[in-house]
């Protein structure tokens, strides 16, 4: 299914040098060239675009403004900046309203792969409508505790970035946000960035105070919302997974990177639930609510009531956002990795291990939706270790009860 | 005759011996030479005859011929004259005879000569026993002979005046004879006269003698003239004849020269000899001289007599009596009186000759005696006559006279006066006298010094005491007759003299005694007395005092007064009132002060006898006076005027001086001031003192040691303080008369004192370095901070110049700014590079301030400093910083620029290849299809075709077009590259600490800093793949490796100096907990006398310009500071060196990390 791409910048010859350039996509995409925000507009509100890459500085509107009134008219479309500016403070005024942000001179094969994920994504998308809300999505909300302790010590000025990344690494929408800036083309040059300490590193305590207390790049769960009661379920749990998912890859694999990134993946897991969530909170409460004594699976009430399950919203929210391949597939197939043809032992593994021994003991039905997928187990021969590995959450969900006695009560109660 | 005899016999006996060895020699000769027999017999008969005389000479001559005849004239043997032997006869004897008669006459002529040899030495044997001497010399001075005698006369033996000529001897006369000597000679040889002379010559010995040389006169002898002559010494001759004629010389003068007429007559009354004298004194008339016979004489003297009688008589009888001597008196008719002596002339053998007649002129002489026996008489009376004992002794002690008042002095007895020896008279004389020794010895004296005067008191035994004065008589001309003594009796004079002399010193000891002047004027006014004192008093000249007149004394006195009327006045006054008495004070002329007493001096029955007058000099007493006054005045202003309280109480605690301020001080009451003892006050005062014990005791203490003095401080209640100084109240002998109290209030100066105090101790502690200054600069004082920031000790420093220690050309500037400032008064602040005693730098930023006295002169500078290198590097660091981010955000903006043009220029390049890819294929195709068929359908195109083909190497574009292509995107490739490398180096948005790939920070600050070492070096890098992120300022941190990769480079190009290339190896390690970068080049190495500075900021070994000193400060700091690492370094003279930087991974404690 050809794709229709919009390209917008000032500069003609930048146009006509991308129109050759991806000449040899011609087969996949079509690609429409204006030199003006307002010949954008004019374009998409005369043809369905999925998706438009824009410069960022051009006379009369700029790519910010495109894109901020792409996003409310064409909800749908895959928003990338394609910039030669390459300050931190063009990037930071670009994160609302893009999902990705790419720095002239681009190698228009990253532009390529990020696209292409990102299509693919949305195309696995049952629920095409969803594709809209998600790509709509500014933020991920976060718990109102977590996000009043993060502004709370972002305002400290002594507060320490380690500080910082203790708060985020335990929300699944900051630990997202960042992921998602650090991966913008700028800071992220060289390679994708899957580690949520890398990530804060990159960015920097400065920038994640200035993101966070000026430019409200995170949000907060409505409190007053339906499905807020289930929130410090889904964080517990998704705290847990993570925790535990990096336990397993260090001690499966021994690489700090393949521990980092199965803590990262593990907190993302299920970011779709949450994105339904907040955004179908109705729809949402019903799957909840028929989850007891239903002989339907999970999904299976996913599907019927919000359309596709949660973990294709979340991989289309992932890859929308550019983040690394490997954190949206393990978003995407944690219930079932061995569908992802993984032959080694990865942080999918790691992370659906993870989740499959956490739902396991978790309390909450919302939880529970997942089983261990045996193939990719057996195929990676850990059948045996699956059992350590659920003692090892045996010793984190103890050692959580006697620091944390109240973690539940305080998150309700705020 | 024996000897002749002897001879003939010899000379006959010679004739055959001779002829004999002619024979024996000629036997062998004769075979040698032919007729040899002939020559020797011929010399036999020569000799014979030569030697033997004429009869052996003739028997050689006959014997020869028969010898020869015998043996060698044939017929052999024939013993007689043969034939051949006869014609040798005659010669033979002819020879013979020849040879005897030469022989004779030679010997005659040797006899002769031998006589004549003999007769010469006999006659020189002669001469040379001669007492004189004999010469001969030639005409040109040369000495021929001289007899050795002449040793004894001229010192000179014959051997040194033959070598010496005439000349030596010539040389030796002397020089008053020299010339009758010369010329005697020259008319010797000149004119052959005879030569006679004598004349004195000095012998060799330098000794003088006479010596008596004649010559008959000159003779010609062998061609040659020559003359003889005789030396006599006639020393002792001409001697003798110098003493005769001194003596006749002599007696010339003493017949002629007395004032005696001298007539000497011959047994026969002729006259011999009669002097000048006696021609004049008797008037004789020429002619009468010219007879010898006396009678003409006489009859021309004898009317000139006044009784001629006698005279002849006399003459007669002595005539008769030739052996008798006489003498008489001759007076003549003109009064002449002519003493007349006769005495006869004899020989030593008293043969008679004559007599003389000496008649002498005792004219003047006889009036002298008549004169003299007058004057002695009147003498004599005269002497009768005085009261004084005379004594008049002639020039050899005799007394000449004596008067009757000496023989009634000393009771000399008549007996003893009649005597004609003095001697005894004298010894009576001297017995007499108290002390007789001395007397004596003044006799004596007096004698051997007739010239003198004396006059001695002398006392007698019987306690009489005489007035001794002796004197010499002489004559009008000074010419001594003898000795006048004279005597007085001065008995009762000396008595009263004694009296009035003791009465006298006593008054004037007593005048003299007394420190005030003192005069007594009699009513005549004559000054009776005036003391030494006075006399200074008014410095009265001598001259003035010889007399005592007292008028131009007084004149001179009354001069001296300043009010010389007023002086007047009273005096004029006192002598018109003899009665009254006055006391008066004056003033002199030179300020002194004098009091004036005078009183008259009456007798004891009242009488008036003159007036006394004393002078008192008071100038001192005045002068105290005034001073006392001046004192007491000054007193009582100081007591008065003194911010000090004064009480000053006496020994018996009665208060005697009190002043206003003490008053105040202690605020006393008025009732208590009434009170004039001490009591009271005390007990007034110690009830407001804070602590009254000591005080108390202190007083109780100083009144029991009224000599003590003391000095405390004394607290109030009311908070002030007192300082108490008390001593005693002394006069100069240390009598004590009370005791003074001074109280100060000190209140003020106290707190002064401790704000001063707790300020200086401020100041000593501040913790930034303090320094006081003179004004020239010299430093006075340090506090502690400055030592601790300088090294420098308070003892170091002091006397030094402050500016000594800031030697750092650097800051001259700034110096002489702060100087100019502070001199003007103004304070100075700002920062100065200043050198530490071990010679660090540092930076300080200083204030400068002037101390001003009241009058507005600066006294000192303070000088405050404080280090602030830290600060200094701070901002070093800052600006580096800032530097980076400023490079950073050009970089950006660089970037945006450069980006969009690169991002189309890849695209473009992209599209070109890839549409390149995909058209070749189709042109191929195209090419191949149309060939075939073009070549069928237009041969000509398809020729055409390939021409064109051909000439735009269509090949050649087809296989280079894609290669440009690719390297063209190569190009924009690494464009973009270098731009990224750029941000990516100066990290402008990393504001703070973010994770970063060292790997890649490395190699983008390899990319920037490509151009700093490609030329000279090889860029070799070995990253570590595990190395993770790590949190640091990545922008700094690759300034860091920036600098050293630079350093490297810079240190290469020194090494290598355009000759190839260097190595520069970066490697980057993981060390588990930390990163270990490393830097290694292989340039000149870091020599070890710098590798400890190398991280001081603003040091740096490049040439001015070329590097600012800061990168390795800056990179120490960075690493060490700001990320808690390790930077060091290896390094190898001439091989390299490396750098090393240790960075942890686990830097959460680093401080840096907070927010």
Same mark, same amino acid.
């Given at each position: 299914?050809t794709?229709c791409?919009?390209f917008v ?15 040899s996509m011609r087969?996949?995409?079509e690609m429409?060239f ?5 010949a954008a507009l004019?374009?998409l509100?005369s043809?369905?675009f ?7 500085r ?9 894109l901020?009134?792409?996003k409310e ?6 928003r990338?900046?394609?910039?030669g500016?390459?300050?931190k ?8 309203p ?6 002239k001179p ?12 990102a299509? *693919? ?6 629920n095409q ?6 790509s709509?999505?500014?933020s ?5 505790h977590l ?14 970035l380690?500080?910082?990344?203790e708060?985020i ?9 960042i992921l998602?800036l ?15 300490h890398? *990530?804060?590193?990159?960015i920097?305590?400065?920038t994640? +105070?200035?993101?966070t207390l000026?430019?409200h ?8 919302a339906a499905?807020?009661a ?12 993570a925790?535990?998912a ?5 001690t ?5 990177h ?6 990262t ?8 639930k949450?994105?339904l969530?907040?955004e179908?909170?109705?729809e949402?409460?019903q ?5 007891d004594?239903n ?11 919000v ?7 979340? *991989? ?5 956002w ?15 990795p061995?569908?992802a043809a993984h ?5 999918l593994?790691a992370?659906?291990c993870a989740d499959?021994?956490v739902s396991?003991?978790d309390a909450?039905?919302?939880?529970h ?27 984190y969900?103890?050692?959580n ?8 009560a ?5 | ?6 001879g003939?016999i010899?000379?006959?006996l ?6 004999a060895?002619?024979?024996l020699l000629?036997?062998?000769l004769?075979?040698v ?13 020569v000799?014979?005859a030569?030697?033997?005389?004429r ?6 001559a006959?014997l020869?011929p028969l ?8 017929p052999?043997?024939?013993l ?5 032997a ?8 002819l020879?013979?005879?020849a040879?005897a008669?030469?022989s004779?006459t ?18 020189r044997?002669l001469l ?6 004999s010469w001969?010399?030639?005409r040109?001075g040369?000495m021929l002979?001289m007899?050795?005698k002449v040793v004894?006369v001229?010192?000179y033996?014959?051997?040194?005046i033959?070598?010496?000529?005439l000349?030596l001897?010539l040389g ?6 020299l ?14 006269k ?8 000095q ?5 003088w003698?006479?010596v008596h ?10 061609g040659?003239i ?13 001697q003798?004849e ?13 017949v002629n020269s007395?004032i005696d ?5 011959d047994s026969n009354?002729r006259?011999i000899?009669?002097?000048e +004298?006696m021609?004049?004194m008797h ?7 010219l ?6 004489m ?5 009317p000139?007599?006044k009784n001629?009688?006698?005279?002849v008589?006399?003459?007669?009888y ?5 052996e008798?001597t006489?003498r ?7 009064g002449?009186v002519?003493?007349?002596y ?7 053998s008293?043969?008679y000759?004559g007599r ?8 003047e002489?006889?009036r002298?005696?008549?004169e ?7 003498l ?13 002794m002639?020039a050899?002690g005799?007394?000449?006279l004596?008067n009757?008042?000496?023989?009634e002095?000393?009771?000399i007895p008549?007996a ?8 005894d008279v004298r ?13 004596l ?7 051997r010094?007739?010239e003198?005067?004396?006059r001695?008191?002398?006392e007698f035994v019987d306690g009489r ?5 002796s004197?010499?008589?002489?004559g ?12 007085r009796?001065?008995t009762e004079?000396k008595?009263?003299e004694l009296?009035l002399?003791?009465?006298t010193?006593f008054?004037?000891?007593q005048a003299?005694s007394?420190?005030?002047?003192m ?21 009265i000249?001598q001259a003035l005092l010889?007399?005592?007149d ?8 009354i001069d ?6 007023a ?6 006054y ?19 002060a ?9 007798g004891?029955q009242g ?5 006394v ?10 002068q105290?006076?005034?001073e ?7 007193l ?11 009480l000053?109480?006496?020994q018996?605690?009665?208060r005697l ?9 202690? +605020?006393?009451?008025a009732e208590i001031?009434?009170?004039p ?8 005062v110690?009830?407001?003192v804070?602590?009254p014990?000591?005080f ?17 401080e004394i ?5 002030t303080?007192f ?7 002394t006069d100069r ?7 003074i109290w ?6 003020a100066r ?9 300020l200086s ?11 006081m200054?003179n ?14 920031l300088t090294g420098?000790t308070?003892a170091?420093?002091i ?5 000594g ?6 800051s001259?500037a ?7 400032a502070v001199?003007?008064g103004?304070?100075?602040?700002g ?5 530490r005693?071990?010679?660090q730098?540092?930076?300080a930023a200083a204030?400068v301030t ?7 002169v600066?006294?000192?500078f303070?000088?405050v400093?404080?280090d602030?290198s830290?600060r ?5 660091e800052l600006r ?8 950073g ?16 220029v890849t ?5 070109l ?5 995909a058209a070749?294929?189709?042109f191929?195709?195209?090419r ?6 073009l070549?069928?359908?237009?041969p000509?195109?398809?020729?055409e ?5 051909q000439?735009?190497?269509l090949d050649?574009i087809a296989?280079e077009v894609?290669?440009?292509?690719a390297?063209?995107l190569?190009?924009?490739?690494r464009v973009a590259?270098?731009v ?11 504001a703070?600490?973010t994770d970063?790939?060292l790997n890649?920070g490395v190699?983008s600050?390899?990319?920037v800093?490509r ?5 000279v ?6 990253f570590?793949k595990?190395l993770p992120?790590i ?6 941190v690759?300034?860091?490796i920036?600098n050293?990769?630079?350093n490297?480079a810079h240190?290469?190009k020194?090494?290598v100096?355009g ?5 520069i190896?970066?490697?980057?390690r993981n060390?588990?907990?930390?990163a ?9 190495g ?12 603003f040091?740096t070994t ?9 990168g390795?400060?800056f990179?120490?700091?960075v ?14 003279l ?6 090393f930087?240790?960075l942890?991974?686990?830097n ?5 990390e907070?927010?």
């Amino acid at each position: 299914m050809t794709k229709c791409l919009l390209f917008v910048d000032d500069e003609q010859m930048v146009l006509d040098g991308l129109r050759r350039a991806l000449w040899s996509m011609r087969g996949e995409w079509e690609m429409h060239f204006v030199s003006s925000g307002a010949a954008a507009l004019d374009a998409l509100d005369s043809m369905p675009f999925d998706a438009v890459v824009t410069d960022m500085r051009m006379p009369g509107m700029d790519g910010v403004q495109l894109l901020e009134l792409v996003k409310e008219r064409h909800g749908n479309l895959v928003r990338i900046v394609l910039s030669g500016q390459s300050s931190k403070d063009a990037i930071l005024r670009s994160v609302a309203p893009a999902h990705q942000f790419l720095s002239k001179p681009c190698n228009l094969q990253e532009l390529k792969a990020r696209l292409n994920q990102a299509f *693919a994504s949305r195309d696995l998308l049952s629920n095409q409508p969803l594709a809209s809300i998600v790509s709509r999505m500014r933020s991920i909300p976060s718990l109102p505790h977590l996000y009043n302790d993060l502004t709370v010590a972002l305002r400290d000025e002594n507060t320490s970035l380690r500080q910082i990344e203790e708060i985020i690494s335990h929300d699944v929408g900051m630990a997202a946000k960042i992921l998602q800036l650090a991966n913008s083309a700028f800071i992220a040059a060289h390679g994708r960035v899957s580690s949520l300490h890398e *990530a804060l590193s990159l960015i920097g305590a400065e920038t994640v +105070r200035s993101l966070t207390l000026s430019i409200h790049v995170f949000s907060q769960f409505d409190r007053n919302a339906a499905t807020a009661a289930h929130l410090p379920a889904i964080w517990d749990h998704s705290v847990a997974v993570a925790s535990l998912a990096h336990r397993i890859a260090i001690t499966e694999t021994g690489s700090k990177h393949m521990a980092e990134e199965s803590f990262t993946t593990g907190l993302l897991h299920d970011v779709g639930k949450i994105v339904l969530l907040a955004e179908m909170p109705k729809e949402y409460q019903q799957v909840v609510a028929s989850l007891d004594g239903n002989n339907q699976s999970f999904r299976e009430l996913e599907i019927k009531y919000v359309g596709c399950p949660h973990e294709q919203i979340g *991989a289309y929210l992932m890859s929308v956002w550019g983040l690394p391949v490997p954190i949206v597939q393990a978003v995407e197939f944690h219930h079932v990795p061995s569908a992802a043809a993984h032959t080694e032992f990865s942080s999918l593994t790691a992370v659906h291990c993870a989740d499959a021994i956490v739902s396991a003991s978790d309390a909450s039905p919302l939880n529970h939706d997942v089983d261990v997928d045996t193939r990719h187990v057996e195929a990676l021969g850990l059948v045996d270790i699956l059992p350590q590995w659920a003692c090892f959450h045996e010793e984190y969900l103890s050692a959580n009860a006697r620091n944390q006695p109240s973690q539940d009560a305080k998150a309700l109660s705020t | 005759m024996g000897i002749r005899w002897k001879g003939s016999i010899l000379g006959y006996l010679l004739a055959p011996v001779l002829v004999a060895v002619a024979l024996l020699l000629s036997a062998p000769l004769r075979s040698v030479v032919p007729y040899v027999e002939f020559y020797l017999f011929f010399a036999a008969v020569v000799a014979v005859a030569w030697f033997g005389g004429r009869g052996p000479g003739l028997l050689a001559a006959l014997l020869a011929p028969l010898t020869l005849d015998y043996f060698f004239l044939p017929p052999l043997y024939t013993l007689g004259f043969s034939r051949q032997a006869r014609p040798y006869i005659l010669p033979f004897l002819l020879t013979a005879l020849a040879a005897a008669w030469m022989s004779s006459t030679r010997a005659a002529a040797k006899r002769a000569q031998a006589a004549r040899l003999e007769d010469e030495e006999k006659f020189r044997k002669l001469l040379a026993n001669l007492p004189d001497v004999s010469w001969t010399t030639d005409r040109h001075g040369r000495m021929l002979y001289m007899s050795p005698k002449v040793v004894n006369v001229l010192g000179y033996t014959n051997r040194e005046i033959y070598a010496g000529g005439l000349a030596l001897l010539l040389g030796r006369i002397h020089a008053d004879d020299l010339p009758s000597v010369q010329s005697a000679v020259q008319s010797l040889f000149a004119g052959g006269k005879a030569f006679d002379v004598e004349f004195r010559f000095q012998r060799k010995d330098g000794e003088w003698v006479w010596v008596h040389n004649r010559a008959i006169g000159a003779y010609e002898k062998d061609g040659v003239i020559l003359a003889d002559g005789v030396i006599t010494e006639i020393s002792a001759r001409k001697q003798a004849e110098a003493e005769s004629q001194a003596k006749t010389a002599f007696l010339g003068a003493l017949v002629n020269s007395p004032i005696d007429g001298i007539l000497v007559l011959d047994s026969n009354g002729r006259r011999i000899l009669q002097n000048e +004298r006696m021609t004049e004194m008797h008037q004789v008339p020429r002619q009468i001289l010219l007879d010898p016979d006396h009678r003409a004489m006489l009859k021309h003297v004898l009317p000139q007599i006044k009784n001629a009688g006698p005279f002849v008589a006399q003459i007669e009888y002595l005539s008769s009596h030739p052996e008798k001597t006489g003498r008489d008196e001759i007076e003549f008719n003109d009064g002449r009186v002519f003493d007349r002596y006769s005495a006869p002339v004899k020989d030593n053998s008293g043969k008679y000759y004559g007599r003389i007649w000496t008649h002498r002129d005792i004219t003047e002489r006889k009036r002298a005696e008549i004169e003299l026996r007058s004057k002695t008489a009147f003498l004599e009376a005269q002497a009768e006559a005085a009261i004084d004992g005379i004594v008049v002794m002639d020039a050899e002690g005799r007394r000449i006279l004596h008067n009757r008042r000496v023989a009634e002095m000393f009771e000399i007895p008549q007996a003893l006066l009649a005597g004609p020896d003095h001697n005894d008279v004298r010894h009576f004389m001297v017995q007499k006298l108290k002390e007789p020794v001395p007397g004596l010895a003044l006799i004596e004296h007096l004698y051997r010094h007739p010239e003198e005067a004396r006059r001695e008191e002398v006392e007698f035994v019987d306690g009489r005491v005489f007035d001794v004065y002796s004197a010499p008589v002489t004559g009008s001309s000074g010419e001594y007759y003898g000795r006048i003594w004279t005597f007085r009796d001065i008995t009762e004079r000396k008595r009263y003299e004694l009296e009035l002399k003791s009465k006298t010193a006593f008054l004037e000891a007593q005048a003299d005694s007394t420190i005030d002047g003192m005069l007594v004027i009699d009513r005549n006014f004559r000054r009776i007395l005036v003391n030494r004192r006075l006399v200074e008093m008014f410095e009265i000249p001598q001259a003035l005092l010889a007399d005592s007149d007292q008028i131009p004394v007084r004149k001179h006195m009354i001069d001296r007064f300043k009010d010389r009327q007023a002086a007047h006045a009273l005096v004029d006054y006192l002598y018109s009132h003899p009665e009254e008495t006055s006391r008066s004070e004056f003033e002199l002329t030179d300020g002194r002060a004098l009091e004036i007493y005078s009183a008259p001096v009456k007798g004891s029955q009242g009488e008036y006898y003159g007036r006394v007058w004393t002078y008192r000099d008071i100038t001192q007493r005045k002068q105290y006076e005034m001073e006392l006054k001046s004192k007491t005045a000054f007193l009582e202003a100081q007591v008065n005027s003194t911010i000090d309280g004064i009480l000053v109480v006496g020994q018996d605690g009665h208060r005697l001086l009190i002043n206003q301020q003490l008053i105040e001080m202690f +605020r006393v009451p008025a009732e208590i001031l009434r009170h004039p003892h001490d009591g009271p006050m005390l007990e007034h005062v110690t009830s407001l003192v804070k602590d009254p014990g000591p005080f108390l005791s202190e007083i109780e203490y100083l009144n029991q040691h009224p000599e003590e003095t003391s000095r405390d401080e004394i607290e109030f209640k009311d908070g002030t303080v007192f300082d108490r100084y008390s001593a005693s109240v002394t006069d100069r002998d240390g009598k004590i008369y009370g005791r003074i109290w001074a109280f100060r209030d000190i209140t003020a100066r106290k707190r002064d004192e401790d704000t001063l105090r707790q300020l200086s101790t401020a100041v000593a502690q501040s913790p930034v370095s303090v320094v006081m200054m003179n004004p020239d600069g010299n430093v006075t004082y340090v506090n502690q901070r400055f030592t601790e920031l300088t090294g420098y000790t308070f003892a170091e420093m002091i006397g030094k110049s402050w500016l000594g220690i800031h030697s750092d050309p650097s800051s001259k500037a700034a110096l002489a700014d702060l100087w100019n400032a502070v001199r003007e008064g103004k304070e100075w602040h700002g920062e100065l590079r200043n050198k530490r005693k071990n010679g660090q730098t540092y930076w300080a930023a200083a204030a400068v301030t002037p101390i001003l006295d009241a009058k507005g002169v600066i006294t000192h500078f303070v000088a405050v400093k404080e280090d602030i290198s830290e600060r200094r590097a701070m901002e070093t660091e800052l600006r580096q910083a800032q530097k980076l981010e400023g490079i950073g955000q050009l970089a950006a903006g660089i970037a945006h620029e450069i980006n969009t043009p690169t991002q189309f220029v890849t695209d473009n390049l992209t599209f070109l290849q890839e549409s390149w890819q995909a058209a070749v294929p189709v042109f191929n195709m195209y090419r191949t299809v149309l060939r075939d068929r073009l070549l069928k359908l237009a041969p000509a195109a398809a020729v055409e075709l390939q021409k064109a083909e051909q000439s735009c190497d269509l090949d050649f574009i087809a296989e280079e077009v894609p290669r440009a292509i690719a390297q063209s995107l190569e190009g924009a490739r690494r464009v973009a590259s270098i731009v990224r490398a750029m941000k990516e180096f100066s990290h402008p948005d990393s504001a703070e600490k973010t994770d970063a790939d060292l790997n890649q920070g490395v190699l983008s600050t390899i990319t920037v800093a490509r151009n700093e070492w490609k030329y000279v070096a090889e860029m070799e890098t070995s990253f570590d793949k595990t190395l993770p992120p790590i949190l640091c300022y990545p922008g700094e941190v690759n300034q860091v490796i920036l600098n050293l990769v630079v350093n490297a480079a810079h240190s290469i190009k020194e090494k290598v100096n355009g000759n190839g290339k260097g190595k520069i190896t970066i490697c980057t390690r993981n060390r588990g907990s930390f990163a270990e970068i490393s830097v290694s080049d292989t340039g000149m190495g870091i020599p070890e006398e710098i590798q400890h500075r190398i991280y001081e900021p603003f040091f740096t070994t490049k040439e001015v310009g070329k590097g600012t000193g800061q990168g390795l400060a800056f990179s120490h700091s960075v690493v060490v500071r700001k990320h808690g690492g390790k930077i060091w370094f290896d390094t190898e003279l001439g091989r390299g060196t490396t750098f090393f930087i240790n960075l942890p991974l686990q830097n959460a404690d680093v401080a840096e990390e907070k927010l």
